[in-house]
């Protein structure tokens, strides 16, 4: 099971942090892996001005709605498919 | 002692909604709504004859003068006299004119008297049902006026209105308008929802709207007064300038009776170790512009800061303004409408634990956030729920 946290502190959530839960969520789901992935939320990680921060098991990424779904293959799809 | 307890936990709620008929640009309506320190609360709701500037004039001159008057203690036989001598004749009519209703409720949410001059009667709801009071008759000035003394209990509702309330729908809907003991039984259905007197009086003066087909044909205005006990809040956000008078918050904040509400990532994380428990977020965006809330136990609701308390301060300004925005809060499920919910509906006394520590993350000229904001935020939130008639009590840490 992959833990991915993403950050909805305040700094986060203006730079985007509901585009990428919802991308990831969608994305997760059309590719079937609820049971191999689990997402969640997580308040201020102190990272703010790297936002949106991203944790993929305590690995810190930094993520954009722009890149989530780059993200979401590269870290999650590929180390889990 | 305990009698003493019972007696002081019970207060007032009070609020107002007028509108305009169509086409004035002023209300012929005024209300005053006076708190005076010992807490005795004072509403006094007048209607000038006809409507325009020469109505407004009228009754905003009636209702402070007798509102003042009261407050400073003196007899209705004054006030009426000085109105009476006060007030502009009106050269089509020959009379200074202008109907009222005042409402005193004695500290504690004591006695109520009520001073009725030909508006409609008040609507008294006990345990949400109709209640018809005795009224004395005297006549002042050549004036009859109504006076009864009513014996409060938790949970009367008190609605005074002027007379566009009963005559919405005349012609219309309703052919002799409104009756009040159909306003009665509407009102009745309101009861137990929690609404705020300002929301209440709100949803009547709306309803009254869409019967006149929103042409208004006359100015209309309800003001309630809800007798209530007194329940106390504790609001936290940010963490303290000194590391060190952590603990300290964190003991006061949680010894205080009442609900607890805290905000800010931060400032819910340090709680939560505080507690030995965890802070767990719930990724639901039922308001797309609002971050989600979180759960920790033993707190009643744990919010992001800046963000969701700026919409509640929106929300807080509206409230006391125009309160357009009342159905969105009274059931969005976002952490700023339970906020709101919380502090504008719930609660009477509310403390407020303020952490003036600077987040070093939001030291930053790309982000929209900074320090000076939040304690703005705070003291302007602070502001609207004095004047929504909340016990204030600010600490900084």
């Known amino acids: 099971m992959k833990k991915v946290k993403i950050c909805i502190g305040s700094s986060c959530h203006l730079k985007g942090s509901r585009q990428i839960v919802e991308e990831l969520q969608y994305l997760v789901k059309e590719h079937n892996l609820q049971d191999k992935v689990e997402l969640g939320g997580t308040f201020c990680m102190g990272n703010c001005v790297n936002g949106v921060s991203v944790t993929v098991d305590d690995e810190l990424f930094s993520v954009s709605p722009e890149t989530a779904k780059e993200f979401f293959e590269k870290e999650i799809l590929a180390k889990v498919g | 002692m305990s009698n003493l307890g019972n007696k002081t936990s019970l207060c007032?709620?009070?609020?107002?909604?007028?509108?305009?008929?169509?086409?004035?640009?002023?209300?012929?309506?005024?209300?005053?709504?006076?708190?005076?320190?010992?807490?005795?609360?004072?509403?006094?709701?007048?209607?000038?004859?006809?409507?325009?500037?020469?109505a407004c004039i009228l009754s905003t001159l009636t209702s402070r003068i007798i509102s003042t008057m009261m407050a400073e203690?003196?007899?209705?036989?004054?006030?009426?006299?000085?109105?009476?001598?006060?007030?502009?004749v009106d050269p089509a009519r020959d009379v200074a004119y202008s109907t009222f209703t005042i409402i005193r409720i004695a500290p504690g949410g004591g006695e109520a008297e009520i001073i009725q001059y030909d508006n409609p009667g008040v609507i008294m709801l006990r345990d949400g049902k109709l209640l018809e009071f005795d009224k004395t008759m005297s006549t002042i000035g050549g004036k009859k006026i109504f006076r009864s003394k009513i014996k409060t209990a938790e949970d009367d509702v008190f609605v005074a209105m002027s007379d566009g309330v009963e005559h919405a729908g005349i012609g219309g809907r309703y052919n002799f308008g409104w009756k009040r003991t159909d306003i009665a039984e509407w009102l009745e259905g309101l009861y137990n929802v929690g609404f705020t007197a300002k929301t209440i009086s709100t949803i009547l003066v709306e309803e009254c709207v869409k019967l006149y087909g929103n042409e208004p044909g006359d100015d209309t205005t309800a003001a309630t007064i809800r007798i209530r006990r007194r329940e106390p809040m504790n609001f936290m956000m940010g963490p303290p300038a000194n590391p060190d008078d952590l603990g300290k918050m964190h003991a006061l904040f949680f010894s205080k009776e009442g609900g607890r509400i805290i905000c800010g990532g931060t400032t819910s994380q340090l709680a939560a170790k505080y507690l030995g428990k965890e802070v767990v977020p719930v990724l639901d965006y039922s308001d797309p512009d609002i971050p989600p809330i979180a759960t920790v136990e033993g707190v009643d609701l744990v919010t992001e800061g800046v963000v969701t308390v700026s919409r509640v301060l929106e929300y807080a300004r509206d409230h006391l303004d125009e309160n357009k925005l009342y159905s969105?809060?009274?059931?969005?499920?976002?952490?700023?409408?339970?906020?709101?919910?919380k502090l504008f509906e719930e609660a009477t006394?509310?403390?407020?634990?303020?952490?003036?520590?600077?987040?070093?993350?939001?030291?930053?000229?790309?982000?929209?956030?900074?320090?000076?904001?939040?304690?703005?935020?705070?003291?302007?939130?602070?502001?609207?729920?004095?004047?929504?008639?909340k016990r204030i009590k600010v600490s900084y840490f």
């Open chain 2, 12 to 54: 007032t709620d009070a609020g107002y909604m007028s509108r305009n008929k169509h086409g004035e640009q002023l209300c012929g309506d005024h209300v005053e709504i006076i708190e005076k320190e010992d807490g005795t609360l004072i509403l006094v709701l007048a209607d000038g004859l006809g409507s325009g500037v020469r």
């Open chain 2, 73 to 88: 203690s003196m007899s209705l036989e004054e006030c009426v006299e000085t109105i009476a001598a006060t007030l502009p």
């Open chain 2, 328 to 341: 969105k809060w009274n059931t969005g499920r976002d952490g700023a409408s339970r906020i709101a919910r």
């Open chain 2, 349 to 389: 006394d509310i403390n407020f634990f303020v952490g003036r520590a600077v987040n070093p993350a939001h030291q930053n000229p790309n982000l929209p956030i900074n320090f000076n904001i939040k304690m703005q935020l705070i003291d302007e939130l602070a502001d609207c729920l004095k004047k929504m008639g």
